[in-house]
């Protein structure tokens, strides 16, 4: 920092209470410090990519656990498992906001009360400023001085004019957009900030023909700011009419996916028809409904020794991988004893020796439901929540082994009852989701992008020209200074326009 | 033609594209080995510079046909070309290649030839060995017109950061030179232009294309606020972005407000660009996010 032009006081001052604290003060809100903040950020974010995170991949965090548990537990003391949310990560985005507001509004006040005054005055030695240049003519003074004016003028110079010389000054548009850049970047922290705090994030599986209800108490799971209310949720219902899933047949890989369903927005309006797809939102008001993951739902009914229906329906299955191998738990808490599945679904059905069963194909070519019975106490009583997907087999025994194709019935052994693979649906994973900042957010990149662009092109330019009378000739200084590049040009095309010289190309463009 | 004949005929393009820009490099790295030999003696001025022309035109060949490749790349999959890493790849050689070909309209930049013909090289060869899937249609989540303004602002402003870390990369190779021979560069470095030269073009070009990576995040972020349900939730290609971001941010702060020159820019300079290498290569490979389009 050799030619800077802020000294920074590092040392603290041996004052005591207010004195220390405004010195706590100028450090944090130099731009130096706000620039450290900044490349902190940046650092601290590096751990968050590089580690799995809850927020993101909750499954991998339970595996880094699985296969490193003593490093795993010191990784998530130190929160490296929530980078984003860490105390550490918050502290420096807080210090860098308080920062950026300590430094920018001044600045901002400082420029409001500069733009309003006149150019400096002029200084009293031209020929220590850059690009002097200086020549005697046998021109009239205010006739010179009045062409110097108009010309300056015609290029959106600002001018202060004395009797002996012209100050004028260009390219304030520079210094504001570059405070519209830093406003702007806070404005962005707002967003990001007030869309946390009073946004909320949850998600629900519905399977192809069930209607979802827009209430709390139906989401599968659900995340809140610490300003959001329930009454900001909307009220509207979202019948899941048909799922429609396009692969490509050589990559298996998905082409198009397509949800139509039926929109109620509030209790009593008339229903509405809507398609939904990975980039095509609903949107109810700041809430939206995004379209976000499928898989299958077995339909199964399950019959105890009576040959009574214990059990029926759709039961949501989780994909393990591009082909949809599926598994999940079929629960029937209400026999004696308890009866459990552990299920694996397998919409285009393949089994090897080392591998056993599993999918070759997302779309549902050859189906079966790979079945093992449990039979004794399935644990849901014991007050500790279980997935849905999975089963606690501890106090259970394995009763045998079953591979159904649709409409296929297993006799269960020892006469306990049956199973009936009666088909299967798709379900969808909708995800419910309130941003009330992300406007915030928009307007203020838009807003640093179009200061960025100004600031980084636009130039400041100060001119001065000063007359004076020697031996009966009119002698003519110029000089400038600024701080970008181009001056040398605009000065020179001046001093050639006062001489009386031809013009230069590029002027006489401008005059035609 | 159908789809298939113009993803073979898009290969074959590529493939040609090579064999051209191999050459060209054979040409600039032969004036190069002639020039350290001789010397830069008047008389060989003349034939060492129509020996550049030479390799230049070649370089405008290589340039264009590895454009009709990118092309029928594209046409052959129905969409912009870049739906994976090895579309991003060929078209980050292009884009690399254009950012040379327009700079060296105006500045004096053919001694960098031989610099992007090898970096062109070993990204085409990396993308025809390692990365190249057949020609297929998007997932969902990338049928999006944002595909074409956030993928295109995103490998333009790469390939220009890139063309900006060889000019400092340079720069720091010439300083040293210098300093060891108290000022004087070895004969073949004579015609490479002054130090000063090569700090104001690589500041000049990350100037002039932070904008657009700016842009090209707000693009993104859009996109994902559509396709994803948040507008930024630090996937890792999200988080390296923004540290990319805030890298070059770094980089012309120092320049512009702490006037720093020279060395220290430079090195900036080469951190800040290689934090979007990282991004691109490790990322996309072994990166776990949901940005993973590698194909592979």
Same mark, same amino acid.
């Given at each position: 920092?050799?030619?800077?032009?802020?000294?920074?006081?590092?040392?603290?001052?041996?004052?005591?209470?207010?004195?220390?604290?405004?010195?706590?003060?100028?450090?944090?809100?130099?731009?130096?410090?706000?620039?450290?903040?900044?490349?902190?950020?940046?650092?601290?974010s590096i751990p968050g990519s590089i580690f799995p995170q809850?927020?993101q991949?909750?499954?991998?965090?339970?595996?880094?656990?699985?296969?490193?548990?003593?490093?795993? !537990?010191?990784?998530?003391?130190?929160?490296?498992?929530?980078v984003f949310?860490?105390?550490?990560?918050?502290?420096?985005?807080?210090?860098?906001?308080?920062?950026?507001?300590?430094?920018?509004?001044?600045?901002?006040?400082?420029?409001?009360?500069?733009?309003?005054? /006149?150019?400096?005055?002029?200084?009293?030695?031209?020929? !220590?400023?850059?690009?002097?240049?200086?020549?005697?003519?046998?021109?009239?003074?205010?006739?010179?001085?009045?062409?110097?004016?108009?010309?300056?003028?015609?290029?959106?110079?600002?001018?202060?004019?004395?009797?002996?010389?012209?100050?004028?000054?260009?390219?304030?548009?520079?210094?504001?957009?570059?405070?519209?850049?830093?406003?702007?970047?806070?404005?962005?922290?707002?967003?990001?900030?007030?869309?946390?705090?009073?946004?909320?994030?949850?998600?629900?599986?519905?399977?192809?023909?069930?209607?979802?209800?827009?209430?709390?108490?139906?989401?599968?799971?659900?995340?809140?700011?610490?300003?959001?209310?329930?009454?900001?949720?909307?009220?509207?219902?979202?019948?899941?009419?048909?799922?429609?899933?396009?692969?490509?047949?050589?990559?298996?890989?998905?082409?198009?996916?397509?949800?139509?369903?039926?929109?109620?927005?509030?209790?009593?309006?008339?229903?509405?028809?809507?398609?939904?797809?990975?980039?095509?939102?609903?949107?109810?008001?700041?809430?939206?409904?995004?379209?976000?993951?499928?898989?299958?739902?077995?339909?199964?009914?399950?019959?105890?020794?009576?040959?009574?229906?214990?059990?029926?329906?759709?039961?949501?299955?989780?994909?393990?991988?591009?082909? /949809?191998?599926?598994?999940?738990?079929?629960?029937?808490?209400?026999?004696?004893?308890?009866?459990?599945?552990?299920?694996?679904?397998?919409?285009?059905?393949?089994?090897?020796?080392?591998?056993?069963?599993?999918?070759?194909?997302?779309?549902?070519?050859?189906?079966?439901?790979?079945?093992?019975?449990?039979?004794?106490?399935?644990?849901?009583?014991?007050?500790?929540?279980?997935?849905?997907?999975?089963?606690?087999?501890?106090?259970?025994?394995?009763?045998?082994?079953?591979?159904?194709?649709?409409?296929?019935?297993?006799?269960?052994?020892?006469?306990?009852?049956?199973?009936?693979?009666?088909?299967?649906?798709?379900?969808?994973?909708?995800?419910?989701?309130?941003?009330?900042?992300?406007?915030?957010?928009?307007?203020?990149?838009?807003?640093?992008?179009?200061?960025?662009?100004?600031?980084?092109?636009?130039?400041?330019?100060?001119?001065?020209?000063?007359?004076?009378?020697?031996?009966?000739?009119?002698?003519?200084?110029?000089?400038?200074?600024? !701080?970008?590049?181009?001056?040398?040009?605009?000065?020179?095309?001046?001093?050639?326009?006062?001489?009386?010289?031809? /013009?230069?190309?590029?002027?006489?463009?401008?005059?035609? | 033609?159908?789809? *298939?004949?113009?993803?073979?005929?898009?290969?074959?393009?590529?493939?040609? +594209?090579?064999?051209?820009?191999?050459?060209?490099?054979?040409?600039?790295?032969?004036?190069?080995?002639? +020039?350290?030999?001789?010397?830069?003696?008047?008389?060989?001025?003349? #034939?060492?510079?129509?020996?550049?022309?030479?390799?230049?035109?070649?370089?405008?060949?290589?340039?264009?046909?590895?454009?009709?490749?990118?092309?029928?790349?594209?046409? *052959?999959?129905?969409?912009?070309?870049?739906?994976? $890493?090895?579309?991003?790849?060929?078209?980050?050689?292009?884009?690399?290649?254009?950012?040379?070909?327009?700079?060296?309209?105006?500045?004096?930049?053919?001694?960098?030839?031989?610099?992007?013909?090898?970096?062109?090289?070993?990204?085409?060869?990396?993308?025809?060995?390692?990365?190249?899937?057949? *020609?297929?249609?998007?997932?969902?989540?990338?049928?999006?017109?944002?595909?074409?303004?956030?993928?295109?602002?995103?490998?333009?402003?790469?390939?220009?950061?890139?063309?900006?870390?060889?000019?400092?990369?340079?720069?720091?190779?010439?300083?040293? $030179?210098?300093?060891?021979?108290?000022?004087?560069?070895?004969?073949?470095? $004579?015609?490479?232009?002054?130090?000063?030269?090569?700090?104001?073009?690589?500041? #000049?070009?990350?100037?002039?294309?932070?904008?657009?990576?700016?842009?090209?995040?707000?693009?993104?972020?859009?996109?994902?606020?559509?396709?994803?349900?948040?507008?930024?939730?630090w996937d890792p290609k999200e988080t390296w972005s923004f540290i990319?971001?805030?890298?070059?941010?770094?980089?012309?702060?120092? #320049?512009?407000?702490?006037?720093?020159?020279?060395?220290?820019?430079?090195?900036?300079?080469?951190?800040?660009?290689?934090t979007?290498?990282f991004n691109?290569?490790y990322v996309?490979?072994?990166g776990t996010g949901?940005?993973?389009?590698?194909?592979?």
């Amino acid at each position: 920092m050799s030619n800077s032009q802020i000294s920074y006081d590092t040392q603290p001052p041996q004052l005591s209470g207010i004195g220390f604290a405004r010195w706590i003060w100028r450090q944090l809100t130099s731009m130096r410090t706000a620039l450290v903040l900044l490349l902190l950020l940046a650092i601290a974010s590096i751990p968050g990519s590089i580690f799995p995170q809850r927020s993101q991949n909750p499954l991998q965090v339970n595996e880094y656990y699985g296969t490193n548990p003593e490093l795993a !537990r010191w990784l998530d003391r130190a929160s490296l498992f929530n980078v984003f949310s860490s105390p550490w990560f918050s502290a420096i985005y807080i210090l860098l906001f308080i920062s950026l507001i300590g430094c920018v509004v001044p600045r901002t006040w400082e420029h409001f009360k500069s733009a309003r005054a /006149l150019p400096p005055m002029t200084p009293k030695n031209l020929e !220590r400023l850059e690009e002097f240049h200086q020549f005697s003519t046998n021109q009239n003074e205010s006739e010179l001085l009045a062409r110097t004016s108009s010309e300056l003028k015609r290029r959106r110079y600002r001018l202060r004019t004395l009797p002996d010389s012209i100050g004028a000054e260009k390219g304030f548009i520079r210094e504001t957009a570059n405070l519209l850049f830093h406003l702007s970047l806070i404005l962005l922290l707002i967003g990001v900030a007030y869309g946390s705090l009073g946004g909320m994030r949850a998600d629900v599986i519905v399977s192809e023909g069930e209607t979802f209800t827009n209430v709390a108490t139906s989401y599968d799971s659900l995340s809140t700011g610490g300003l959001f209310s329930i009454d900001d949720i909307p009220p509207f219902t979202i019948t899941v009419k048909k799922f429609t899933a396009k692969y490509d047949l050589v990559t298996n890989a998905p082409i198009d996916y397509r949800l139509d369903a039926q929109v109620v927005d509030e209790p009593g309006k008339v229903p509405r028809d809507v398609v939904v797809k990975v980039n095509k939102p609903l949107t109810f008001g700041e809430t939206r409904v995004y379209l976000q993951a499928n898989g299958y739902s077995p339909i199964v009914t399950v019959r105890n020794s009576a040959g009574a229906i214990v059990l029926r329906g759709p039961i949501p299955f989780l994909p393990q991988d591009g082909n /949809l191998t599926s598994i999940g738990s079929i629960k029937v808490p209400d026999m004696q004893p308890q009866l459990g599945f552990v299920a694996k679904f397998l919409p285009t059905f393949e089994r090897t020796a080392e591998r056993g069963g599993f999918s070759t194909y997302p779309e549902a070519l050859k189906p079966v439901l790979d079945l093992a019975a449990w039979s004794g106490d399935l644990g849901l009583d014991s007050g500790i929540p279980q997935s849905v997907y999975r089963i606690n087999t501890e106090k259970l025994e394995q009763i045998g082994l079953a591979a159904l194709s649709p409409g296929q019935k297993w006799e269960l052994p020892n006469g306990v009852g049956s199973i009936t693979f009666d088909g299967f649906t798709p379900w969808v994973n909708l995800q419910v989701v309130r941003d009330p900042g992300k406007a915030y957010s928009l307007v203020g990149a838009v807003l640093i992008l179009c200061g960025l662009l100004v600031s980084l092109f636009g130039r400041r330019h100060r001119i001065w020209v000063r007359v004076s009378q020697k031996d009966g000739d009119t002698i003519v200084q110029v000089a400038g200074l600024t !701080r970008s590049p181009g001056l040398d040009e605009e000065i020179k095309t001046l001093v050639g326009l006062l001489r009386g010289e031809p /013009l230069t190309v590029r002027d006489s463009n401008v005059e035609e | 033609m159908s789809k *298939s004949d113009l993803a073979y005929l898009s290969n074959d393009l590529i493939y040609a +594209s090579m064999a051209i820009c191999a050459l060209a490099f054979l040409v600039f790295a032969y004036e190069l080995a002639w +020039s350290i030999r001789l010397g830069e003696e008047r008389t060989t001025l003349a #034939r060492r510079q129509k020996v550049i022309r030479i390799a230049q035109a070649l370089t405008i060949l290589y340039f264009l046909i590895l454009f009709a490749g990118v092309v029928t790349r594209g046409l *052959s999959a129905g969409r912009a070309p870049w739906g994976n $890493m090895y579309e991003f790849s060929i078209t980050g050689a292009l884009a690399f290649t254009f950012a040379y070909l327009v700079a060296s309209l105006k500045y004096e930049v053919q001694w960098l030839g031989i610099l992007i013909t090898f970096a062109s090289l070993l990204t085409l060869g990396t993308a025809v060995t390692l990365l190249y899937v057949p *020609s297929a249609p998007l997932v969902p989540a990338l049928k999006s017109p944002w595909l074409v303004i956030h993928v295109s602002a995103a490998i333009i402003s790469g390939g220009v950061f890139l063309l900006a870390n060889c000019i400092a990369a340079a720069y720091l190779i010439l300083e040293q $030179m210098e300093k060891k021979r108290a000022g004087a560069r070895p004969e073949w470095a $004579m015609r490479l232009p002054k130090l000063e030269t090569l700090d104001q073009l690589s500041y #000049r070009l990350v100037a002039l294309v932070f904008p657009l990576w700016t842009f090209a995040i707000i693009a993104g972020a859009i996109w994902a606020e559509a396709a994803w349900g948040r507008y930024w939730g630090w996937d890792p290609k999200e988080t390296w972005s923004f540290i990319t971001w805030v890298g070059y941010a770094a980089y012309l702060h120092a #320049r512009v407000t702490a006037g720093w020159r020279g060395k220290r820019a430079a090195w900036l300079c080469l951190i800040a660009g290689s934090t979007f290498l990282f991004n691109y290569i490790y990322v996309n490979i072994w990166g776990t996010g949901k940005h993973t389009y590698s194909g592979l």
